[in-house]
């Protein structure tokens, strides 16, 4: 989800159910009155029918460019007994108009799992990381250059989730380095103040986690932002007390190099936030993540109007505004469906949420999906 200050939001996410394509599709929503009112889902392309697209990634510019990047994924013939192979690559779009329309899709190399994007505030600068490489591009994708890890490559084998870059020469990017022994995990945050020359790497949490029921980067992935100020936000879950209970955390640094000690948002027991997301404008900071209560889970959402400093109580996003069969009275859901919840400040004092809700699966059908939408003012 991206919004900017002139009330214009752009939700974006993964369709499965259209009957002319038997493979993914990126769609998006458009709202022109700070989510009053939305459009019809409009699929992003054009691709052909072969193409299966996932892993979205919408970002916003200081300057109210709109970009998504995702990875393009196309089924070619079968060779030998090994059955179908694959060609992926990852692309990029950009919106001048609030996303009314886009660019066609601009091609970034070299090309990996789990596209994150991130876009400088003057929209000068690009950085892409996902499971092969960071990669930065200053000419608005005409050209990429690759940097180098902040981690050893073994390191990346689950796939970076938080990833931050200014207008000068500063990255912040988080991954999940698993090991060395079996259901062992460590969450990393590296930061480089010279464009990857040289980067500071820190660890700042361990974790054990069932490696037959959790994949480690959905369960601890870390998001991050830079706030108005020029700080730098890391919000993540941490297991403890072997794997039964949980709490979110949030980091802190004003320097691109030094963390602070973690400040406890929230915490349980049972199940863990799947999803966390962080969105920032000047010095709020909003957070919001999904958390296990019984059987259903329920969306939540603190705010910190001094740099996370201080925090408000916690907040029920995920109450509906009308009883359905989706989502109960007290706001609580069977399933959480999608790989984030996601977070966006529009600049005027609203934090804007969308998460996804699953119907329940029946016998002989595919799950189905929707996307719910909450401001919070």
Known sequence: MAADADGRLVVAAVDSSSAANPYNRIIHWRSRDQGQTWTEPVPYGPWASDYSLCDPSLQIDGKKGFYIAYLAVRRVAPHGNTGASWVAGNYFQRSDDGGATWTPPVPIEPPGDKTVFAVSPSGRRFVVVHSEAIVQSGDQGKSWHALALPGEAKEWTHAPWGLVADDRQGIAVAWIVVGPEAGTGRVVLGTTRDAGMTWTRSEVSRFHYDPQHRNPSCYVGVAMVRDGTGALHALYARPRDGDIKWDLLLRSSADFRRWSAPVSLAGGE???????????????????????????????????????????DSLLVSRPAAVNDLITDRGGFARFHGDWVSLADDGRGTAHAVWGVAKPKKQGQGVQSTIWYAAVK
Not at 285 to 295: F, M, P, S, T, Y
Request: a positive charge; one cysteine or more; aromatic letters at 10%.
């Open 270 to 312: 049972g199940d863990c936030c799947d999803s966390c997301a962080i969105a920032a404008s000047g010095a709020t900071v909003h957070v919001a993540w999904i958390e296990n209560r019984g059987k259903l889970d329920y969306v939540l959402y603190r705010r910190s109007r001094d740099g996370g400093k201080t925090w408000s």
